[in-house]
């Protein structure tokens, strides 16, 4: 892959992801409101959706950074960069979150629990979708001290990857699973595919493109049926690091694809942190009209999906990419690479995930 690439069929597979949450999001929502349950999915334990973004989170900073290990200015810059990216857009909606369950709901947040939201504590955040940014910030400052001292970082990143395995078979109960937890392996994971990939040209590409993607039907079939003696975090874990890697070889020839999916793939974010609350905005006006109804419940499904997508592209538009590039050009004088995917939203840890 060159350095300059944009890996498109990376975006594509963004943009298609984080549709697909949406829709599981969505069904969720439903399912509380209407009991309207769109083709079961709201019974599934897992999508996959989110150990798809942790590869991807942890495959393209590698891919970007990689090239600057042993450069503790660059470090700096890196670690700023994704606090200008992550923290602001968040704290925006968090604190909107707080004030509208205040005057709206008549309701309001414990004092704790805001400050454990704002600081990305693990715990019951205000925006439902913040738990998986603990592990994304924790991967981030664990990738900040190995662009620094990368051969003190391997072991310690390997120990940590070590105990976090200990911790899912039980062997060190006494360990928090909110910290070491199998999801800071998928983001690492990620990386390790970045590495293998940067050194290999392989021309099979699309052949792991469909092997990942007959592990993600495997892990929905398993949803349904309980086949495999595993946690499903096992089979879409490693059939997204297969599939990652396909992507990732296929995309070493730049391609075209359809702008409004590049688009959707940029907006990203922006739809991983906005959605959630403008999905919940909406349901509680169509309720308080009395119109949900006026039409079937599938159709207002796909009427909400696609107002609720149109407003997260918005909220790109207006507020997250004019505010990145105010701060970035006020507190960072090298812009660098800036384009890097965040985790796609989950409604709860212990369902949907």
Not at 267 to 273: C, E, N, V
Not at 296 to 308: A, D, E, H, N, R
Request: hydrophobic content about 50%.
């Amino acid at each position: 892959m060159s350095k300059t690439s944009r890996l498109e069929i990376v975006q594509v597979a963004r943009a298609i992801a984080i549709l697909f949450v949406l829709v599981g999001h969505t069904n969720i929502t439903f399912m509380k409101v209407y009991r309207y349950d769109w083709f079961n999915i709201g019974s599934w334990e897992k999508t996959g959706g989110v150990d798809f973004f942790f590869i991807v989170t942890g495959f393209m900073i590698y891919y970007l950074y990689h090239r600057h290990i042993g450069n503790s200015r660059k470090a700096k810059q890196f670690l700023l960069k994704r606090i200008l990216r992550l923290i602001p857009l968040y704290w925006l909606f968090t604190t909107a979150v707080i004030v509208a369950t205040q005057l709206i709901l008549d309701m309001q947040y414990d004092f704790q629990t805001i400050i454990k939201s704002l600081l990305l504590i693990p715990g019951d955040p205000v925006l439902d979708s913040a738990w998986s940014l603990t592990y994304i910030f924790l991967f981030y400052i664990l990738f900040f001290f190995y662009l620094i001292t990368p051969n003190l970082m391997r072991l310690v990143i390997s120990s940590i990857v070590v105990l976090i395995l200990l911790v899912e078979v039980r062997l060190l109960p006494f360990l928090p699973s909110s910290y070491f937890s199998i999801y800071l392996v998928e983001i690492l994971g990620g990386s390790f595919v970045a590495f293998i990939s940067g050194k290999v040209n392989d021309e099979r590409g699309w052949l792991w493109v469909l092997f990942g993607l007959g592990g993600y039907i495997l892990g929905w079939i398993d949803n349904i049926y309980g086949l495999m003696p595993f946690e499903p975090t096992v089979t879409f874990g490693l059939s997204a690091m297969i599939l990652m890697y396909g992507i990732s070889q296929k995309d070493k020839v730049d391609r075209k694809i359809p702008i409004l999916l590049s688009f959707l793939g940029d907006a990203s974010y922006s739809i991983y942190i906005a959605h959630g609350p403008f999905l919940q905005l909406y349901i509680l006006l169509l309720l308080k009209w009395g119109i949900l109804e006026l039409t079937s419940p599938g159709t207002w499904m796909v009427s909400l999906m696609i107002l609720v997508t149109f407003s997260c592209c918005m909220t790109y538009l207006l507020i997250e990419k004019p505010m990145t590039k105010f701060l970035r050009r006020k507190l960072i004088s090298d812009s660098g690479p800036s384009s890097i995917p965040m985790p796609v939203p989950m409604a709860e840890q212990s369902t949907f995930k």
